[in-house]
């Protein structure tokens, strides 16, 4: 066992099986409108930065459970803000969008929504990666913590978030003055659905949980021609396929193989018929990576590989390749010691059996901006399992892939996944409102 974590177990004070209790009871009255409360977020999914009327739906909720409710944030973000007493701001943080994926499910409450991107361009939406999930678990702990305030003293800070699928939606209420509303919280925590653990279970990692992610643009400029006189061209098609082959070679060759890194050309457009080479070539690429050096290098070698390609190629200085990029989130590193406390409440809640390690993934998440806006706070985030355990058990035993987040096949066992998610951050919220107190 982790010395860190099993040094927690021997110091941690044991879980209050009253408190326990009332947050069961608490669940029990509120299963039933929870789950109807998540269907309809998943019937009614909304795009990144139009998330009109899932923000309405959250800052209503928590305006009937008394928090003082400030919307319109950076966008469709939404803040509440409950004092009880004197003690520890804790901060619980959900996001609110869907995705551009035609759902498959064949669920009785399926996703039948379409809406017009930010391109214009009509597109079906659906909650593949989970996100009614989170904010059905959000608004059932705000209210097991309300029914229960005699439980704690302190400050609880509810954020719901947009556009975290763009990775924008953090930093848009950052920017929109979201800690001159809201207190800055002394500790703030999350949870993401997991789509290989089963339902009733909880994933963990005592450090690094998700990557860094930075998206990148670069539009590959050549001289457009007869595809039958290629000697006449400068064809980009050609060059931007090269850059990508040599891209391959950064996280292979030039980083350290003990550090985590990944480079991705998502998209590549270019050329309309069989027979003219076009004057020019899109790519679009993710990086990932969880330290700020890998991720300069990533970047700078990228730079440095189109530009000495394109001279290579015959292109002039003025239409060198012209690179954008977006650093969309920074990596989610789980502080370790509140990351061990919290798993010793979710053992003491489920069981060992059902606390489950996990290693870091390659995904990324902007949750953490939120602890690192001005002076970095402790935050932690954890996996949610979401398969029925049936079908779980089905999968290992035939040796059958189970559908991953951002499939359109991709559906939470509802009512064990809500009580878990609802006892686990409930529990974990009163934990922190004991000590997490910052000077």
């Known amino acids: 066992m982790n010395k860190q974590l099993l040094g927690v177990l021997l110091l941690l004070p044991c879980l209050s099986f009253a408190q326990q209790k009332e947050v069961d009871a608490s669940l029990r009255k509120n299963l039933e409108p929870l789950k109807a409360m998540y269907q309809d977020l998943h019937e009614h999914p909304e795009l990144s930065g139009k998330e009109e009327r899932t923000s309405s739906i959250m800052a209503d909720e928590l305006r009937k459970l008394g928090f003082e409710v400030h919307d319109a944030i950076g966008g469709y973000g939404v803040a509440g803000v409950l004092k009880n007493g004197s003690g520890p701001v804790v901060l619980i943080r959900t996001d609110m969008d869907g995705l551009p994926i035609e759902e498959e499910t064949g669920l009785p409450y399926a996703s039948k929504v379409r809406m017009k ?12 990666c989970g996100h009614d999930m989170h904010m059905t678990v959000f608004i059932g702990t705000a209210r097991a913590l ?25 930093t848009a209420m950052i920017k929109d003055k979201v800690y001159e509303k809201i207190p800055y919280p002394d500790v703030a925590i999350a949870l993401h659905n997991h789509a290989g653990l089963k339902a009733g279970t909880i994933g963990y990692s005592l450090g690094a949980f998700m990557a860094s992610v930075d998206m990148m643009d670069i539009t590959v400029f050549g001289k457009g021609g007869h595809g039958a006189a290629p000697h006449e061209t400068i064809d980009p098609v050609v060059l931007a396929s090269e850059m990508v082959l040599a891209f391959q070679t950064i996280v292979s060759r030039e980083i350290n193989p003990l550090e985590s890194a990944v480079v991705t050309v998502g998209s590549i457009h270019g050329g309309t018929v069989y027979n003219i080479i076009p ?5 679009q ?14 970047i700078k070698s990228i730079q440095n590989k189109s530009k000495h390609l394109a001279l290579q190629a015959g292109v002039p200085e003025d239409k ?15 502080d370790k010691a509140l990351s061990a406390k919290l798993v010793t ?13 996990t290693p870091p993934s390659m995904i990324g998440e902007d949750f953490s901006r939120f602890a690192r806006a ?20 089905e999968a290992k035993r035939e ?4 559908p991953l987040l951002h499939s359109s096949t991709f559906q939470p066992a509802p009512e064990l996944t809500i009580r878990t998610g609802v006892t686990a951050m409930t529990m974990a919220a009163l934990e922190l409102f004991k000590s997490e107190k910052q000077p």
């Open 374 to 393: 001005q002076k970095p706070v402790p935050y932690t985030m954890f996996w949610l399992g979401t398969v029925d355990p049936a079908l779980y058990d």
């Open 320 to 334: 060198l390749p012209v690179i954008t990029w977006t650093d969309s989130a920074p990596a989610t590193v789980n």
């Open 345 to 357: 409440v979710f053992q003491k809640l489920f069981g060992s059996d059902k606390v489950i390690e």
């Open 399 to 402: 040796n059958k892939p189970l």
């Open 285 to 298: 690429l993710t990086l990932r990576s969880y330290s700020d050096e890998v991720r300069q290098h990533i």
């Open 146 to 170: 309300v029914e229960n305030k005699k439980n704690w003293k302190g400050t609880l800070v509810m954020i719901a978030q947009p556009s975290e699928e763009n990775g924008l939606g953090a």
């Open 117 to 128: 991107n930010n391109a214009g361009v009509d597109t079906p939406v659906m909650h593949a």
């Open 279 to 283: 004057d020019q070539v899109k790519l």
